[in-house]
């Protein structure tokens, strides 16, 4: 059972019909750009509309209402503000219309790419989710490659906004950006091996396909609920943080000790850029661990399938977006130090045990019966296992801490 | 043809500005734009895989180890040497850099190429990942085992700064 074709395809029959209008040498021109824009609008008001809900969530995690005082703009004289809706616009128009300041000092055509490259870095990522079952912008064979290719680019746009701001803070950040990235790149990609190692293909749409069908009749068989997929995913998780450069691990910009860092000289329109892409690289990487591990667009129970498949991707990117913001809201800031730990003395092993554990599900593939139980305790052990020894090894001396007041 | 033009002219073009720049974070940033370069070559020649493979590791990650190295050890443009201290070491400086272009030079010319009519063979990921994983699997394993090494002795050169034997506290 799946759904109704019609509506399945509803977002092509539009492309369709608007590209009829063009003569046949024209359409496949007219086609990609249509995929193009239509990408771009969905995520800009997707930031938009983030901007809001982020403020708002964590205004009431830290027990206040968050803004609520812009209506929208066609609702002008009623008492109604419909929570504050109104708000991404007026900051939008806020960020137009304010000054654009480059320091004396700083390498103007530097300053001025660094915002345009991690935007372009950012929106080349969006091309190769597969966002519904006949929605993918670009098919690619190496779609997966091509993805974390465009996201690990977007580190140097970092890099040149804290360089050309010739600002001390500034270049600290951009020392910290690349220090951080480079380190969790490694875990990131260690921990979607196994995804394609499993799926056997490189392309998103292919690994989807991989997450169809349902184990009894009723669990869905995504990636995220084998034992190898759920540490893939937990570390995927962890390190998408810190790709995004979003809280606990928002050092390059910590606002309390760098002033922003890299964001420090921007003003004006640049600076919302640097949000823009910052949400789109999160909106971007949230896509992907859904693709990879949460089964993309498929419908989590087979009765519910009759619901469109883009309509399950969208909740899904939502809910992973929220557990972002989430995080933000709960976590405090790291140090530098530990985070290092963390990437290289934890998620490193822990994804290359991962990668074993993975090889050794592809090889019992064929176990069935009462053995599939033994298959399934062997992986969870071996995950368990190293989890907890390397838990324990990094956490002993450091806990419980000690306090020392004055008598 | 016109795509590959520009392709190589933008390639080149970083590739000698970098050369010329005194700014070695603008000479970075332009060698980094000559490896995205190689990659739209790759990407125009129909290799996909190895397109994606170069823009990941060159400019994801070698990129920022070319800008850390840069940042760590810059000096002040004014203290930069223009010109060379010794005779030697100019003497050195040509008989490198000719051996290299030598050796590229040979191999260039010494390939055949092919006529005109040609089949463009297509190879699919998985072709690329069987042949590695199956014929060539001793060669990757001994190109690993030889950057394992050099990484490892990166880290012993430069580990002996300081050795007070205390870790660092948490």
């Not at chain 1, 206040?64 to 109604?80: C, D, W």
């Not at chain 1, 933000?328 to 800031?333: E, W």
């Not at chain 2, 490896?35 to 994801?60: K, P, R, T």
């Not at chain 2, 699997?137 to 050169?157: E, K």
């Amino acid at each position: 059972m799946s759904s109704s074709p019609t509506l399945e395809r509803l977002p092509l029959v539009v492309r369709d019909w608007l590209v009829g209008w063009l003569p046949e040498s024209l359409r496949w021109l007219a086609g990609s750009l249509l995929a193009i824009v239509a990408v771009i609008v969905a995520f800009a008001s997707l930031f938009a509309l983030l901007t809001l809900v982020e403020r708002k969530l964590l205004a009431r995690v830290q027990n206040r209402p968050g803004p609520n005082r812009t209506g929208l703009p066609f609702l002008p004289f009623t008492k109604n503000r419909l929570f504050g809706l109104g708000q991404p616009l007026a900051d939008g128009i806020k960020m137009l219309t304010k000054e654009d300041i480059v320091p004396r000092t700083a390498d103007r055509v530097l300053h001025f790419l660094a915002p345009i490259a991690l935007l372009a870095f950012a929106i080349l990522t969006l091309a190769v989710i597969p966002y519904g079952r006949h929605l993918v912008p670009l098919e690619l064979e190496a779609g997966v490659l091509y993805f974390f290719a465009a996201g690990a680019a977007t580190e140097l746009g970092v890099f040149m906004a804290g360089w050309a701001s010739r600002n001390k803070y500034s270049l600290l950040a951009a020392m910290r950006a690349l220090a951080q990235l480079i380190s969790y790149e490694l875990p990131l990609l260690l921990s979607i091996v196994p995804v394609v190692m499993l799926a056997g293909t490189l392309s998103p749409g292919g690994i989807v396909e991989r997450q169809g069908g349902w184990s009894f009749g009723l669990l869905p068989q995504w990636h995220v609920f084998t034992p190898w997929g759920v540490t893939g995913f937990a570390i995927f998780f962890v390190t998408a943080l810190a790709e995004s450069n979003r809280s606990p691990f928002d050092l390059p910009e910590a606002e309390s000790e760098l002033i922003a860092g890299h964001l420090t000289e921007y003003s004006g329109f640049k600076y919302a850029l640097f949000f823009m892409a910052e949400y789109f690289g999160m909106c971007a990487l949230c896509g992907m661990g859904v693709t990879l591990f949460l089964g993309g667009w498929q419908a989590p129970l087979p009765f519910l399938a009759v619901v469109p498949s883009y309509v399950w991707f969208v909740a899904k990117l939502l809910t992973l977006l929220l557990a972002f913001m989430w995080v933000r809201a709960t976590l405090p800031r790291m140090r530098i130090d530990q985070l290092m730990r963390l990437a290289w003395k934890f998620l490193v092993p822990l994804a290359l045990v991962n990668l074993g554990v993975a090889a050794f599900w592809a090889l019992t593939a064929d176990w069935t019966g009462a053995v599939r139980a033994t298959r399934w305790l062997i992986a969870a052990v071996l995950i368990a296992g190293p989890f907890v020894l390397l838990g324990r090894k990094l956490t002993t001396g450091l806990a419980p801490r000690t306090y020392r007041y004055a008598a | 043809m016109i795509t590959l033009l520009i392709i190589a002219t933008v390639t080149v073009v970083s590739a000698g500005v970098a050369l010329l720049l005194r700014n070695l974070i603008h000479s970075a940033l332009l060698l980094i734009g000559n490896w995205v370069g190689v990659a739209a070559f790759y990407l125009w020649a129909g290799a996909e895989f190895v397109a994606f493979a170069q823009v990941l590791v060159y400019v994801g990650a070698v990129s920022m180890i070319v800008l850390f190295a840069v940042l760590l050890t810059s000096r002040s443009p004014a203290d930069m040497a223009l010109a060379p201290h010794t005779r030697s070491r100019v003497l050195a400086a040509v008989v490198t850099s000719g051996a290299v272009l030598g050796v590229l030079l040979g191999a260039v010319i010494s390939t055949p190429l092919p006529g005109t009519n040609i089949t463009v063979p297509s190879v699919t990921v998985r072709d690329l990942g069987n042949q590695l994983g199956g014929p060539h699997a001793g060669a990757v394993l001994v190109v690993g085992v030889i950057l394992t090494v050099a990484l490892i002795g990166a880290v012993v050169i430069a580990s002996t700064g300081r050795d007070d034997g205390k870790p660092d506290a948490p």
